[in-house]
């Protein structure tokens, strides 16, 4: 064949997975630095720089249960029940993190309430999806077609690692988001707050890469030997200019390059990721080809994605430049 | 608590659960994304203020009743994985791509235009405005379009082989789109959204018109609402007969059990208004029936032969109970939907519409009558296909993933406690905002009075 399907489809999903990462990342990162704000307007200026957003930041995640339901259902069937514990407690953060918005403005005596359900359930999605990420590059047993391990395999010292790591990640995302749409000094906290989040952060990041070799023999061939061996040069190096990238734009108070350097900052480590992960899409065992649905639906799944995909992107990046610009704190029809 | 539950039993319950409460609220969206449009371009065309009065009233209870569609339809998505695994396993392959293409095509449409119909029509203008609110509303159509045919490839599959896996595979995917109960099944369920909306609506302007009946916006909204409801009801008596007539075609162990027939009747079945399925005894007992009329309204005739569950092996029989008495609900509403749509086509002919308080008081007693009505017939057809997952050829108890008893039950747990507490607190506002009466609409330009400036 022409075309490998699997191959063709393992990386739509990893595009599908990376767009959510950094679109809600930052959303959920606004909701991972909610308490900190000072007042009542900071809280209201948060909420309002996503609102608009979130809800079609969010549909990447469905995409990825249902892409993945579509394209590789041997995959989704192992990794639900694998990270059941996590997975539900995501959705549930998720929900109470998705109502707030609505909910907030809807109420005087309960807005604490959903204030805290929004910033909880931020930073518990977060926290939940940085333990999935842990526990599949841990590995996941499975036997025949099936996961085969206990409840709580999920749960290590690595994947609480991972786990904390990606709420620092995210929270540096939606300080860098901030700092992109808010003035005063709103702006300079989150200037402040960015260059904490930068270095724990790359710390964190840091300190997985060097871990990861030892989660599986097998990732350390990936890396030390070619083809991998020459990604190896380029990804810490990618690593090393956006770090620079990140403190020297917050240090000159630049509006958006700290936003640009920490999304770059997601991808090159999701390119990463991806290196450890392939061919495997369920490490250690099911490589994307076993995983694979027939090529029947993996063609007609393609055709629509191709026609589709850019099309959301256009009016995606359309609704974006619709709220473009610093939030105003008196927007919003409630 | 959940012991002696099998974890089929409770990922059973699960899923029932988080699909109850989720299909209220996309179908809620379906019929007032549509209302809105229609309100959205009656006011660019008429510039009348009492349809841009109506369209902010309903725009915030839309967005509270959206938000929750969304989160729960996250819940959705991850379902079938996670007690369910062997099901996503091995259907993947054909629903998997139906659900990506709801994803697809009308998700990011619903989410994209979103925030432009909500918060941009200031910021866009009124056109693009129009725009993104008709994308919101053919994004829930088409949601629904895609998640029915998933779900009713379940009900009557078709295109498929199985592979060396034993995977359903997909051979011809026209015919698992339209799939033989999927037309029927769409318009069905796509009215019943339309009405439940148009009942919910005319519950809020009943209300409304009982402690005013001068305000523009609610008499408006009441003469719309019931204009629907004068006219969907009828049409979806005629289409709920026709894919009644379909699932008797493809599903006849599931008429079965609505028609509570666990008898053959040879020489024309009798129509079992009311009485109490005895499943042990395999009878209904104090049936209150009408001679051979369940012949004439299945096969058209009155001596028409209808088999019983006496002819489907106990295996494969559908729990009667909860189908038999699903189903009486559902067309008990249906028929007291149509009772309301004429009673006010009569007020409307006699001109007193608006003075009839016994029919704004029915109104308000119908509120929720559509939501009740949808869930009950999403339980009859669901609950039918029992017990089977895929019909015919995939077994409920051969679904279920490797997940034990007490995790299902955990999960179940946390669900009913979240869905309660966050759901009934969204409900509480929703109602919150019915309960505001619309503003009154400011007098249209032409008719306020002028003042002349005398020179």
Same mark, same amino acid.
């Given at each position: 064949?022409?075309?490998?399907?699997?191959?063709?489809?393992?990386?739509?999903?990893?595009? =599908?997975?990376?767009?959510?990462?950094?679109?809600?990342?930052? +959303?959920?990162?606004?909701?991972?630095?909610?308490?900190?704000?000072?007042?009542?307007?900071?809280?209201?200026?948060?909420?309002?720089?996503?609102?608009?957003?979130?809800?079609?930041?969010?549909?990447?995640?469905?995409?990825?249960?249902?892409?993945?339901?579509?394209?590789?259902?041997?995959?989704?069937?192992?990794?639900?029940?694998?990270?059941?514990?996590?997975?539900?407690?995501?959705?549930?953060?998720?929900?109470? *993190?998705?109502?707030?918005?609505?909910?907030?403005?809807?109420?005087?005596?309960?807005?604490?309430?959903?204030?805290?359900?929004?910033?909880?359930?931020?930073?518990?999605?977060?926290?939940?999806?940085?333990?999935?990420?842990?526990?599949?590059?841990?590995?996941?047993?499975?036997?025949?077609?099936?996961?085969?391990?206990?409840?709580?395999?999920?749960?290590?010292?690595?994947?609480?690692?991972?786990?904390?790591?990606?709420?620092?990640?995210?929270?540096?995302?939606?300080?860098?988001?901030?700092?992109?749409?808010?003035?005063?000094?709103?702006?300079?906290?989150?200037?402040?707050?960015?260059?904490?989040?930068?270095?724990?952060?790359?710390?964190?990041? &840091?300190?997985?890469?060097?871990?990861?070799?030892?989660?599986?023999?097998?990732?350390?061939?990936?890396?030390?030997?070619?083809?991998?061996?020459?990604?190896?040069?380029?990804?810490?190096?990618?690593?090393?200019?956006?770090?620079?990238?990140?403190?020297?734009?917050?240090?000159?108070?630049?509006?958006?390059?700290?936003?640009?350097?920490?999304?770059?900052?997601?991808?090159?480590?999701?390119?990463?990721?991806?290196?450890?992960?392939?061919?495997?899409?369920?490490?250690?065992?099911?490589?994307?080809?076993?995983?694979?649905?027939?090529?029947?639906?993996?063609?007609?799944?393609?055709?629509?994605?191709?026609?589709?995909?850019?099309?959301?992107?256009?009016?995606?990046?359309?609704?974006?430049?619709?709220?473009?610009?610093?939030?105003?704190?008196?927007?919003?029809?409630? | 608590?959940?012991?002696?539950?099998?974890?089929?039993?409770?990922?059973?319950?699960?899923?029932?659960?988080?699909?109850?409460?989720?299909?209220?609220?996309?179908?809620?969206?379906?019929?007032?994304?549509?209302?809105?449009?229609?309100?959205?371009?009656?006011?660019?065309?008429?510039?009348?203020?009492?349809?841009?009065?109506?369209?902010?009233?309903?725009?915030?209870?839309?967005?509270?009743?959206?938000?929750?569609?969304?989160?729960?339809?996250?819940?959705?998505?991850?379902?079938?994985?996670?007690?369910?695994?062997?099901?996503?396993?091995?259907?993947?392959?054909?629903?998997?791509?139906?659900?990506?293409?709801?994803?697809?095509?009308?998700?990011?449409?619903?989410? &994209?235009?979103?925030?432009?119909?909500?918060?941009?029509?200031?910021?866009?203008?009124?056109?693009?405005?129009?725009?993104?609110?008709?994308?919101?509303?053919?994004?829930?159509?088409?949601?629904?379009?895609?998640?029915? @045919?998933?779900?009713?490839?379940?009900?009557?599959?078709?295109?498929?082989?199985?592979?060396?896996?034993?995977?359903?595979?997909?051979?011809?995917?026209?015919?698992?789109?339209?799939?033989?109960?999927?037309?029927? *099944?769409?318009?069905?369920?796509?009215?019943?959204?339309?009405?439940?909306?148009?009942?919910?609506?005319?519950?809020?302007?009943?209300?409304?018109?009982?402690?005013?009946?001068?305000?523009?916006?609610?008499?408006?909204?009441?003469?719309?609402?019931?204009?629907?409801?004068?006219?969907?009801?009828?049409?979806?008596?005629?289409?709920? +007969? =026709?894919?009644?007539?379909?699932?008797?075609?493809?599903?006849?162990?599931?008429?079965?059990?609505?028609?509570?027939?666990?008898?053959?009747?040879?020489?024309?079945?009798?129509?079992?208004?009311?009485?109490?399925?005895?499943?042990?005894?395999?009878?209904?007992?104090?049936?209150?029936?009408?001679?051979?009329?369940?012949?004439?309204?299945?096969?058209?005739?009155?001596?028409?032969?209808?088999?019983?569950?006496?002819?489907?092996?106990?295996?494969?029989?559908?729990?009667?109970?909860?189908?038999?008495?699903?189903?009486?609900?559902?067309?008990?509403?249906?028929?007291?939907?149509?009772?309301?749509?004429?009673?006010?086509?009569?007020?409307?002919?006699?001109?007193?519409?608006?003075?009839?308080?016994?029919?704004?008081?029915?109104?308000?007693?119908?509120?929720?009558?559509?939501?009740?009505?949808?869930?009950?017939?999403?339980?009859?057809?669901?609950?039918?296909?029992?017990?089977?997952?895929?019909?015919?050829?995939? *077994?409920?108890?051969?679904?279920?993933?490797?997940? +034990?008893?007490?995790?299902?039950?955990?999960?179940?747990? @946390?669900?009913?406690?979240?869905?309660?507490?966050?759901?009934?607190? &969204?409900?509480?506002?929703?109602?919150?905002?019915?309960?505001?009466?619309?503003?009154?609409?400011?007098?249209?330009?032409?008719?306020?009075?002028?003042?002349?400036?005398?020179?």
């Amino acid at each position: 064949m022409l075309f490998d399907l699997p191959f063709i489809w393992a990386g739509i999903i990893a595009f =599908a997975v990376l767009t959510y990462v950094i679109l809600d990342g930052f +959303d959920l990162g606004v909701g991972i630095l909610f308490p900190f704000a000072k007042s009542e307007q900071d809280k209201d200026l948060m909420m309002n720089s996503i609102a608009p957003v979130w809800d079609g930041n969010e549909t990447w995640l469905i995409l990825g249960g249902g892409g993945l339901l579509a394209v590789f259902p041997l995959a989704y069937a192992i990794i639900l029940p694998a990270l059941y514990l996590p997975i539900i407690t995501m959705l549930l953060a998720l929900i109470f *993190r998705g109502v707030a918005f609505e909910y907030r403005g809807r109420t005087k005596r309960w807005k604490p309430v959903w204030e805290v359900g929004f910033a909880a359930g931020s930073a518990i999605a977060a926290m939940m999806q940085g333990i999935t990420l842990g526990a599949l590059v841990q590995g996941i047993t499975v036997v025949d077609r099936a996961y085969a391990g206990g409840w709580w395999d999920w749960l290590s010292p690595f994947t609480v690692l991972t786990g904390l790591s990606v709420v620092a990640g995210y929270a540096l995302l939606g300080s860098t988001w901030l700092i992109l749409k808010t003035e005063g000094a709103l702006q300079q906290m989150m200037r402040d707050k960015a260059t904490m989040l930068g270095i724990i952060t790359l710390a964190a990041i &840091g300190t997985v890469s060097v871990l990861t070799p030892f989660q599986d023999p097998i990732y350390f061939q990936r890396w030390f030997s070619l083809p991998g061996s020459l990604y190896t040069m380029v990804v810490p190096l990618a690593m090393a200019a956006l770090t620079w990238l990140l403190f020297s734009s917050l240090k000159a108070g630049h509006d958006a390059r700290p936003f640009i350097a920490s999304l770059l900052i997601f991808v090159v480590s999701f390119v990463g990721v991806g290196i450890s992960f392939y061919p495997n899409i369920v490490p250690p065992s099911v490589s994307i080809w076993e995983a694979a649905a027939p090529d029947s639906s993996l063609r007609f799944t393609l055709y629509g994605t191709l026609a589709l995909v850019p099309l959301i992107l256009g009016y995606t990046g359309y609704a974006y430049w619709v709220f473009r610009g610093n939030v105003n704190p008196d927007e919003g029809y409630h | 608590m959940f012991d002696g539950f099998t974890a089929e039993a409770l990922a059973r319950a699960q899923f029932a659960f988080t699909i109850s409460f989720h299909i209220i609220f996309p179908a809620f969206s379906i019929g007032l994304a549509r209302f809105l449009t229609v309100l959205n371009a009656l006011w660019l065309r008429t510039q009348d203020r009492t349809y841009l009065t109506l369209f902010e009233y309903w725009k915030k209870i839309f967005a509270v009743v959206f938000g929750m569609g969304v989160v729960s339809g996250i819940v959705m998505s991850y379902q079938f994985g996670t007690n369910w695994s062997v099901f996503s396993d091995k259907t993947g392959p054909i629903l998997g791509p139906l659900l990506a293409y709801e994803v697809l095509s009308a998700f990011f449409l619903e989410a &994209g235009f979103l925030g432009i119909m909500l918060f941009g029509r200031e910021k866009v203008g009124p056109r693009l405005h129009m725009f993104a609110t008709a994308m919101v509303a053919i994004g829930t159509l088409m949601s629904a379009t895609w998640i029915l @045919a998933a779900n009713s490839w379940m009900q009557t599959p078709a295109g498929y082989s199985i592979n060396d896996v034993g995977q359903f595979t997909p051979e011809d995917w026209w015919a698992i789109i339209f799939n033989p109960s999927f037309p029927y *099944r769409l318009v069905h369920m796509v009215l019943a959204a339309f009405l439940s909306t148009s009942f919910a609506v005319a519950a809020v302007a009943g209300w409304h018109l009982l402690k005013d009946g001068n305000n523009g916006a609610t008499l408006r909204m009441f003469s719309m609402a019931m204009w629907m409801a004068a006219i969907v009801a009828p049409i979806q008596i005629v289409a709920g +007969d =026709a894919h009644g007539l379909n699932t008797l075609e493809h599903q006849p162990a599931k008429v079965m059990a609505m028609e509570g027939h666990y008898d053959s009747h040879p020489d024309g079945a009798p129509l079992i208004l009311f009485g109490i399925p005895n499943p042990q005894e395999k009878r209904i007992d104090y049936a209150i029936q009408i001679p051979k009329l369940s012949s004439l309204i299945l096969k058209h005739d009155l001596n028409a032969p209808l088999a019983g569950l006496d002819t489907v092996p106990d295996a494969e029989e559908p729990p009667v109970t909860v189908v038999f008495w699903s189903f009486r609900i559902m067309i008990a509403i249906g028929f007291a939907m149509l009772g309301i749509g004429i009673w006010s086509l009569w007020r409307r002919w006699k001109g007193t519409l608006y003075q009839d308080r016994w029919l704004h008081r029915a109104s308000v007693l119908m509120g929720p009558s559509g939501f009740v009505a949808l869930l009950a017939g999403w339980v009859t057809t669901e609950v039918g296909r029992q017990p089977f997952t895929v019909y015919g050829a995939l *077994r409920t108890v051969d679904s279920i993933g490797p997940v +034990d008893a007490p995790a299902v039950g955990a999960s179940l747990l @946390a669900f009913i406690w979240v869905y309660f507490f966050v759901f009934g607190a &969204g409900l509480f506002y929703v109602f919150r905002l019915m309960r505001q009466a619309p503003d009154r609409p400011a007098p249209s330009p032409d008719t306020q009075p002028v003042n002349t400036v005398q020179a």
